[in-house]
């Protein structure tokens, strides 16, 4: 099976800094990798997804980075703004699957 | 904002009744899904569906049941309700194929079993 876990529960930052929240899954056979954003009570929201056959990605303020190698992938947020205060998780699909495997989620606090 | 909602809400029901939610869409997404989360777990994957009429169990299928008799509507039964079954139920659809397999998720329902 899968199994994808981030490196810490909680994350503080200051308003303007970079944020990096990491993530690592155990399938080498994952193939595609996603971001969620999930404010409080709300549900989850895709920010970014990446495929094996690429190391970077980046969107708006936002870049992912994939490590094959040591099955690790982390999600940057450049100039963290109060607004991007949220879980933050990672899934992993195993090529062939539609069905992904979630993290647990890291809680990205942003202070003014 | 994708085009998912989900009914009700909010609920409150006493151990042993029958729930059912209700998940929405208007995107003519071929697959759908019922996911649970709790402190703790993360998101877990309770039903999917890959189709009208083609439903298959997740990892923490026991005590639901689902049903998809249009492409729009995916239904989450809890056939007599539990304690344990006190979550927050999230719907997903994606589109599949070339359209892409990431989750798009409805705003979900909380429910408390008493």
């Known amino acids: 099976g899968e199994s994808v876990g981030l490196h810490l529960p909680t994350l503080s930052v200051q308003e303007g800094d970079n944020s990096i929240i990491n993530c690592a899954y155990s399938?080498?056979?994952?193939?595609?990798f996603i971001w969620y954003k999930q404010e409080s009570g709300k549900g989850p929201q895709f920010i970014i997804d990446?495929?094996?056959?690429?190391d970077k990605r980046q969107g708006q303020r936002v870049t992912v980075l994939l490590n094959k190698t040591v099955k690790h992938l982390s999600l940057q947020i450049a100039a963290t703004q109060p607004g991007d205060s949220a879980v933050y998780f990672c899934?992993?699909?195993?090529?062939?699957?539609?069905?992904?495997?979630f993290g647990r989620g890291t809680s990205l606090i942003v202070h003014p | 904002d994708a085009g998912i909602t989900q009914s009700p809400r909010h609920k409150v029901t006493e151990t042993g009744t029958p729930v059912t939610l209700r998940c929405h869409q208007t995107e003519n997404h071929r697959y759908m899904y019922w996911y649970r989360q709790d402190p703790g777990h993360g998101l877990r994957l309770i039903h999917y569906s890959y189709g009208v009429k083609d439903t298959d169990k997740g990892e923490v299928s026991d005590g639901y049941s689902v049903s998809r008799s249009k492409t729009e509507d995916f239904l989450l039964t809890l056939e007599s309700a539990t304690s344990s079954q006190t979550s927050v139920y999230f719907c997903?659809?994606?589109?599949?194929?070339?359209?892409?397999?990431?989750?798009?998720f409805g705003p979900g329902t909380r429910l408390t079993v008493t």
């Open positions: 399938n080498s056979a994952s193939d595609y």
């Open positions: 990446i495929r094996s056959n690429m």
């Open positions: 899934a992993a699909r195993r090529g062939g699957s539609y069905i992904p495997t």
């Open positions: 997903a659809i994606s589109e599949g194929g070339s359209g892409g397999y990431e989750q798009y």
